[in-house]
């Protein structure tokens, strides 16, 4: 626990809020943490972890998410594991295969009582014609490497439905105002060509600069060119003979 307080502590200096999601999924069994009950269960561990960091490491920059999956079993009962209304801001549920069961929306609304609730990972996000029967779901985050799990067409119904917003859109900036100057954060620039980060370039590793993991650094590249052109990013070696890439 202890050991991530230090990084959370200088986050916490900059002004910068953390959506804080500890032992997800807590409601299974395929975590160490989770599926345990009573004094010492997985309740018991997400409220220790609370009161270290909140009550004793004083850090008051966490938004703390509370997250399950879906209750494929009766002993996977949401009510089993919340912690209580005191110890959390959102209320998660992991959702993959589309199944937005509307038991699962019904017993979080209870939960929740108010706060904010969503999809904490999903495989495909919540379709339109799911949040006409499902309106208070908020963000989602498509767990990495299932984007393409959502064809095209799909994605583009999605970006077109008013509901849903990105960057991209107008009205994304003025929702965030508000918030953002609560944590002394400047106004979100509008996504232009002329503001676009651009990282086409050859690029160096800096072994003076740079803290390995323990694999060391036997799998990085020494150099990289990377070639960015609109939305797509094009990464190679070029010390490489064979001209190989990687997109």
Same mark, same amino acid.
């Given at each position: 626990?202890? @050991?991530?307080?230090?990084?959370?502590?200088?986050?916490?200096?900059?002004?910068?809020?953390?959506? $804080?999601?500890?032992? !997800?999924?807590?409601?299974?069994? $395929?975590?160490?943490?989770?599926?345990?009950?009573?004094?010492?269960?997985?309740?018991?561990?997400?409220?220790? *972890?609370? =009161?270290?960091?909140?009550?004793?490491?004083?850090?008051?920059?966490?938004?703390?998410? $509370?997250?399950?999956?879906?209750? !494929?079993?009766?002993?996977?009962?949401?009510?089993?594991?919340?912690?209580?209304?005191?110890? +959390?801001?959102?209320?998660?549920?992991?959702?993959?295969?589309?199944?937005?069961?509307?038991?699962?929306? =019904?017993?979080?609304?209870? *939960?929740?009582?108010?706060?904010?609730?969503?999809?904490? &990972?999903?495989?495909?996000?919540?379709?339109?014609?799911? +949040?006409?029967?499902?309106?208070? $779901?908020?963000?989602?985050?498509?767990?990495?490497?299932?984007?393409?799990?959502? +064809?095209?067409?799909?994605?583009?119904?999605?970006? @077109?439905?008013?509901?849903?917003?990105?960057?991209?859109?107008?009205?994304?900036?003025?929702?965030?105002?508000?918030?953002?100057?609560?944590?002394?954060?400047?106004? +979100?620039?509008? &996504?232009?060509?002329?503001?676009?980060?651009?990282?086409?370039?050859?690029?160096?590793?800096?072994?003076?600069?740079?803290?390995?993991?323990?694999?060391?650094?036997?799998?990085?590249?020494?150099?990289?060119?990377?070639?960015?052109?609109?939305?797509?990013?094009?990464?190679?070696?070029?010390?490489?003979?064979?001209?190989?890439?990687? =997109?």
């Amino acid at each position: 626990m202890d @050991s991530v307080v230090h990084y959370l502590k200088k986050l916490q200096k900059a002004g910068v809020p953390v959506l $804080w999601r500890p032992y !997800h999924e807590m409601n299974g069994d $395929w975590f160490w943490w989770g599926g345990r009950y009573g004094r010492y269960g997985t309740r018991a561990l997400y409220k220790q *972890l609370f =009161d270290r960091y909140v009550r004793h490491h004083k850090l008051n920059n966490l938004i703390w998410v $509370w997250s399950v999956d879906r209750p !494929h079993r009766p002993e996977m009962h949401f009510s089993r594991y919340f912690p209580g209304e005191t110890c +959390l801001d959102v209320v998660a549920l992991d959702v993959y295969g589309s199944d937005f069961n509307p038991t699962y929306y =019904d017993s979080l609304m209870v *939960l929740a009582d108010g706060k904010p609730f969503v999809p904490g &990972e999903v495989g495909n996000p919540p379709k339109p014609e799911i +949040l006409d029967k499902q309106p208070n $779901w908020t963000l989602y985050v498509i767990w990495a490497g299932m984007v393409r799990n959502t +064809l095209k067409k799909d994605y583009q119904m999605r970006m @077109s439905d008013k509901r849903i917003l990105s960057r991209k859109d107008p009205a994304y900036h003025p929702i965030l105002l508000p918030y953002r100057a609560a944590c002394r954060l400047p106004q +979100l620039p509008l &996504e232009s060509k002329d503001n676009q980060a651009d990282f086409s370039g050859i690029w160096k590793f800096n072994e003076e600069e740079s803290v390995p993991d323990p694999w060391g650094v036997s799998h990085l590249p020494y150099m990289l060119r990377i070639t960015q052109t609109a939305g797509e990013m094009r990464l190679e070696n070029p010390l490489l003979s064979n001209g190989e890439t990687t =997109d």
